[in-house]
């Protein structure tokens, strides 16, 4: 729970290969009980670990903020969906000379490719552009450095956002999905 910060049961069970449901609520609900984790309202449960259960793992994960709790749900699906990248990092900021250019949402390498993900969930298109021409910038780097063109992976849950993504990766000459 603390690689994922906020999670749904089902996320829970697919990440802890938790077997069924009932068995799954079960355990969750003997850990709230015993206050290692919390839960609330969004949709659906969402659990989180408790200031108990982060001094109990010896978590350094700080304070955090309800209003990240659908980007962090987004960003655990799509973790979930690509196959759960060992990889897998959160929030690593992306540098070129030693100056940081953007913090993407995750990043991973597969067979010694690099993978760069976006949650486009309440970001303003303007902003998503600035970022795919940064990320432009990095493919560069990336192509001489490794001889690849990274890929940009956006998870989004708009049709037309998707498209405007598409169009603007496609304009810039980034290697792109969406999701």
């Not at 077997?19 to 355990?27: T, V």
């Not at 303007?126 to 990274?150: A, C, E, M, R």
Request: with cysteine.
């Amino acid at each position: 729970m603390d690689e994922l910060t906020y999670a749904t049961r089902e996320q829970l069970q697919v990440v802890n290969n938790l077997a069924g449901d009932r068995n799954a609520q079960r355990i969750l609900a003997r850990m709230e009980k015993d206050k290692i984790i919390q839960s609330v309202r969004h949709e659906k449960k969402v659990y989180f670990l408790s200031n108990r259960g982060k001094s109990l793992i010896g978590s350094s994960q700080g304070e955090l903020k309800k209003s990240w709790i659908q980007h962090t749900l987004m960003r655990n699906d799509l973790y979930i969906r690509l196959g759960m990248p060992v990889s897998w990092k959160k929030e690593v900021p992306a540098k070129i000379n030693g100056e940081i250019i953007l913090v993407p949402d995750a990043m991973f390498t597969l067979n010694s490719e690099h993978y760069f993900v976006e949650i486009d969930n309440q970001q303003t298109m303007q902003t998503n552009n600035d970022k795919i021409k940064k990320y432009k910038q990095l493919s560069d780097v990336i192509l001489k450095q490794f001889s690849h063109k990274p890929v940009l992976i956006w998870y989004t849950l708009s049709e037309i956002r998707r498209q405007k993504l598409k169009s603007a990766c496609e304009q810039n000459e980034v290697n792109f999905k969406i999701y």
